[in-house]
């Protein structure tokens, strides 16, 4: 039987967030394809190595996306 009397309150956990380690993974994920992708696309006379970069960068904004509407 529980005490309805407590002498003193255990604070609540706070309730987890869904991914909580996943959207900043991604976003920082996004940031650095995404400058890697300006920079070597100016740089590099080779348009492959810059749009590597630029697909990881369109599939992270994807999966953000992604995330965002399944845990509003």
């Not at 956990?13 to 070597?40: D, F, I, K, Q, Y």
């Amino acid at each position: 039987m529980t005490n309805p009397y407590p002498l003193s309150e255990a604070p609540a956990p706070a309730p987890e967030r869904p991914g909580g380690l996943l959207r900043p993974l991604l976003w920082l994920l996004l940031l650095v394809s995404a400058a890697t992708n300006a920079a070597l696309t100016t740089v590099v006379g080779n348009p492959w190595i810059g749009s590597a970069f630029g697909l990881v960068a369109a599939l992270c904004a994807g999966a953000l996306i992604v995330h965002r509407r399944r845990h509003r």
